[in-house]
């Protein structure tokens, strides 16, 4: 074998391999913001009568996030299964808002490649897709699905830690761990903001969604606010796009 063969070899074997890693370390962040997360979400399913194996579980099958911490409050008050899914469905619907923005970058892979990629695709993994697509990155599967993964086993992880330490420890927000989800969107939204559009757009979905909250819309403020927002930003987008080109042909 000549030394170029073996070359094209090594090249070709090291490109997955550095996809992966590429993905592990954007989904390390992740990694880490999850364990408290689940760390918490493990010790309020065992406060609220569910066994550890079933906690556990639940955050390997399901991997809902803030959909099992409402299922397990749920569970707790004695809500019936029917409220339950329900109640969970209306919480994720900004998962399909989520999957048709990425929809297109994802496009070259099968259907079942996507399908294993929507399973995985929580708000902190979305963000971590949309910037690398905002860049003009290529779609790698194997750095998708490391990022996917990886930050899966960091939720996962957590829930088994807080499922075991359930019975001897408290309430988790005493620790103040509830922190750990508004801390982990804030550190991945202000790289997003990188000119005054983007800046105002989230300022003005957070005030939003603050209103809607406190009008009672429940749950639904979030995603309420976030596609009259997303649309304000999309319409002003097209028309300074538009202005800037009437304006160049002049």
């Known amino acids: 074998m000549s030394d170029t063969t073996e070359c094209m070899i090594v090249k070709a074997g090291s490109i997955p391999a550095s996809s992966i890693l590429s993905g592990m370390r954007h989904g390390f962040p992740i990694f880490l913001g999850y364990i408290p997360l689940g760390f918490a979400y493990g010790v309020l399913a065992v406060q609220n009568g569910i066994p550890a194996v079933y906690a556990v579980l639940f955050s390997l099958l399901v991997y809902a996030g803030a959909g099992q911490f409402i299922s397990v409050g749920l569970w707790g008050m004695g809500a ?4 339950i899914v329900f109640t969970t469905l209306v919480v994720n619907l900004r998962h399909v808002l989520m999957s048709a923005a990425v929809a297109p970058w994802f496009a070259p892979f099968t259907r079942i490649q996507q399908f294993i ?9 979305f963000a971590t ?3 690398a697509m905002a860049k003009g990155e ?3 599967l194997p750095a998708v699905y490391a990022v996917n993964f990886t930050a899966h086993g960091g ?9 075991v330490a359930g019975d001897f420890l408290p309430d988790p ?6 922190y750990a989800l508004p801390a982990m969107f804030l550190a991945l939204l202000v790289p ?12 003005l979905s957070a005030l939003l969604s603050v209103i809607l909250a406190l009008c009672g819309i429940g749950r639904w403020n979030v995603i309420v606010a976030s596609v009259v927002t997303s649309s304000l930003g999309a319409l002003f987008l097209t028309y300074r796009d538009r202005c800037f080109l009437c304006r160049s042909k002049i």
């Open 138 to 140: 290529e779609a790698r």
């Open 173 to 178: 927000k005493l620790f103040g761990l509830d």
């Open 192 to 203: 997003q903001c990188k000119d005054h559009v983007y800046t105002a757009a989230a300022i």
């Open 129 to 131: 897709h949309s910037m």
């Open 80 to 83: 019936s299964v029917f409220s």
């Open 155 to 163: 939720w996962i992880l957590g829930t088994f830690i807080g499922a």
């Open 117 to 125: 990629i929507g399973w995985g695709l929580t708000d902190e993994v």
